[in-house]
């Protein structure tokens, strides 16, 4: 299939072809027809599968045959850097059609605020929206939401994991009954459909394979000790000539560290994570992106969503605690069939925590050795009972029972 087969208004594929979009990508493919179709729809489709152009294009679409004065569509998203790249690549597909967007988040100055309320107060057809900020400006009387025909929610389950459930139903709850509902996850746990059966009525359902890793992404991992991952960080990125290169960290803490630390070996590095605020988190992405800045360093407030082209390596400084994580922040190379490497380094106490990521990818990684003249590295150990046994013999049970023991006397 290509995209002149889905039958868009002319002013529209002028934009696709301008991009130079002209396959779908498989979510494109099952989503675009049905929600044409206005049909309510729940996807789970991981993070670089072209999910946003496959809810953006459709309501292009139907704007292009006919808008109001009125709010359109209602796009939700969990973090301001998503909404900011969903109101970009939106004003991409627009560029020759009449449609208008305008991203709603929190944390700017006043006269953010004031140029929010002047989109709504305008009847921008399509508002791409952080949920506190938007719930803020529903609260005034020039928020018209009465023509409000696409509710969208993408990322509902990291929206849900920040504690946004209470907030998103309140913004349904004032939106007019008969809207169609689109909902984009990665995932599919059980509190996403609830909300689902919440807000979305006999709902089509897509679903590409969950949790894989895409194709492209070539995966390795290292046993190594905590004191040996700066060296070995170095090693990896040495005689490398590469532009785009995504270190996770798990904590703020490491992120600074590790930046730090790589400044100092003149490399070009920076950190992000939410100390910065939003311009610097912007400035930052953008130094990033034009290859001002090598190597960014982030917390997972990276991990989800966020499309920078050309990523060639993604390192994972330290395992992520949710082996959903794993997928997400390896995904942020190899986008819509690039290729790219991912690099994970576990220590010796995170051999579980990563024994279930192997679980979730299916797929057991080799470790690769770690390069001439390091100290040898940690075993992977990833069998309970042998830590059972070691403490064993180590007579850690042997004391816990006795200050068990001691513990109920007292
Ligand atoms: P997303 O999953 O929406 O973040 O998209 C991932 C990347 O794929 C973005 O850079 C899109 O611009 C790109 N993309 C999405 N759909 C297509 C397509 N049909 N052809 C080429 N690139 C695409």
Partial sequence: MIFKDLGFEPQLQEGLDMMGFEKPTPIQEQAIPAILNNKDMIACAQTGTGKTAAFVLPILNKLCKGKTSK???????????????????????SYFTNATSFPIYGGGTGSD??????????????????????????????????????????????????GFYDDIMDIAKKLPKERQNLM????????IRKLASNILANPTTISLSISKPAAGITQKAYMVHDKQKIALTQHL??????????????TKKSVKELTRILIKANLSAHDIHSDLDQEEREKVLLDFKNKKVKILVATDILSRGIDIKGIELVINYEVPNDAEDYVHRIGRTARADRKGEAITFINGEQCLKFKQIEDLIERTLEKTPLPNGFEAAPAYITEKRNRVKKNFKKGHFKRNKHFKNKRKKS
Wanted: proline share 4%; net charge neutral; charged share 25%.
């Fill in 237 to 250: 990125l040495k005689g490398r000539d590469l532009n785009h290169v995504l270190i996770f960290c798990s």
């Fill in 113 to 162: 605020f004031d140029a929010q309320k002047n989109a709504i107060k305008n009847g921008s057809d399509i508002l791409v929206c952080t949920p506190g900020r938007l719930l803020a400006h529903m609260k005034f009387n020039y928020f018209d939401a009465s023509g409000v025909k696409h509710f969208i929610l993408d990322e509902a389950d990291r929206m849900l994991d920040m």
């Fill in 184 to 191: 984009f996850s990665a995932t599919m746990p059980p509190k």
């Fill in 71 to 93: 709010i359109n569509t209602i796009i939700v998203s969990p973090t301001r850097e998503l909404a900011l790249q969903i109101d970009r690549q939106i004003e991409g597909f």
